[in-house]
């Protein structure tokens, strides 16, 4: 081929590095804090398999996180990674207030205040962080402090809007903790004051995702995907299900986001415990349904923010959601603060890979159906398709094209045995699709015939060593070109 088909490339790739970091199709979502908030030690859990960052909003100033950017996009531009940012709203988060010497015990049966005056916080009187506190809950509304730990319910709504609560499970109150209310329609915006300047800082910064916590409505995902349009950002939206009211909306929460995290750290305080494996279970095969792809997070690995290796069930634990279908896994304060982020980066990995072995539980081609009454049906049955060729050619590669994501996310949830690779001219996309399941991105803006644009891509991959002379690729793609339409063509090619 004598054209220079490097141009089309996103950036050049060592071939080694590159096929490393693509032997975990599950994907790896890790957290960035002061363990890890340098190039080096952010590079450092790169090589050992992150494919996301997540930045967390609830914490740390723009300034730092400007920093991290620049640093992640570094990796980008110099090394062979196309690793995604994720920008994390606090949302309305409701925490208690400061609390005299930082320790109140309370035993079961004391009656406590909680208000919106804002006092250091006593066995007479607690400050919330919730001016509607007393318009919202009614009396037997249990509320939960500190994850949990603490369980209070409620036994009097006063006219001035305090709230009296009964202990009924007692503990240490210590500051700042979060409240939990399992049995109250809470009436804050999904997006709070201060949502809104660190959703402007991640527009300006074009960060790949957002993730809108306590998610409870589709208005939620709505409003939020607005004020992005209004502001043509091509930030993707991810829908944190940590509410028993998102659980209800759960159909339409999911068809209007762009994916979803399975956020069982508050999920798992506001309904009870044992609920919670069958709800991840839940989600991860609606989200597989409709082709979006689903974070598991929070505590995943959680004792190896001090020791270096997992408990047992903390193994098993990320097996099981490779195993339900999981795009991807989620690291919190495991690198954030923990003392051994890259090991911790490394083990996941490990369990991933193994876990991924077990092709007959993770690949869904036969129990996830094209629906006939879908405006999508016929591409969508073209993508399971070819899914099923690339399986019954035994082929080395499947190789789909897409300029809205659509083809790239369908292919994707099909969970297929052959190596996914998805080419797109939209660049945003190509770091965006580091957190679907299986597949490496690449830049490509050529709009030629067909078979030449195939031809290239397959030159691509083989300059790049994924593919090799004689190996069975599978392609989709739409014709004509020039038409952008949805995906309609398969196309068996053997690599020359």
Known sequence: MSRNIGKYFHQEMNNHAGQEHTNHRTKIVATVGPACDTYDKLLELVQAGVNVFRLNFSHGAHED???????????N???????????????????????????????????????????????EKIYVSYPNLAGD??????????????????????????????????????????????????????????????LEFIMKEQLDWVALSFVRRVEDIVGIK???????????????????????????????????????GDLGVEVPIEKVPLIQRQIIRKCLHRAKPVIVATQMMESMIDRVKPNRSESTDVANAVLEGADAVMLSGETATGKHPALVVETMRKIIIEAEKAEYRYNREEDIKPLPQSPTFISDAVCLTACKLAANTNADALIGMTQSGYTAF????????????????ERSLVNQLSLSWGVRAFFYSEERGLDAIIADQMEILKERGFIRKDEICVNTGSTPVELHLPTNTIKVSCVQ
């Open 137 to 198: 809950v009614v009396i037997g509304n249990t509320i939960m402090i500190d994850d949990g730990k603490i369980e209070v319910v409620v036994d009097q709504v006063m006219p001035n809007g305090d709230v009296k609560v009964k202990v009924k499970l007692g503990g240490i109150i210590s500051s700042k903790k979060g409240l939990n209310l399992p049995d109250t329609k809470i009436s804050l915006p999904a997006l709070t004051e201060k949502d809104l300047i660190d």
């Open 226 to 264: 607005k004020i992005l349009s209004d502001n043509n950002s091509k930030t993707k939206v991810i829908a944190k299900i940590e509410m028993p009211e998102a659980l209800e909306n759960l159909r339409e929460i999911i068809l209007e986001s762009d994916a979803i995290m399975v956020a069982r």
């Open 410 to 425: 369908k292919l994707s949830s099909y969970r297929p045995q052959s190596h996914l690779y998805i080419f797109t001219k």
């Open 65 to 75: 996180k400007k920093t991290i950017i620049e640093h992640i996009r570094k990796i």
């Open 77 to 123: 531009a110099t090394e062979p990674y196309n690793i995604a940012i994720l920008g994390d709203l606090q949302g309305p988060k409701l925490r208690v207030g400061e609390i005299e010497n930082n320790s109140l015990p309370v035993e079961e049966g004391d009656i406590l205040t909680l208000t919106n005056e804002k006092v250091i916080g006593t066995i």
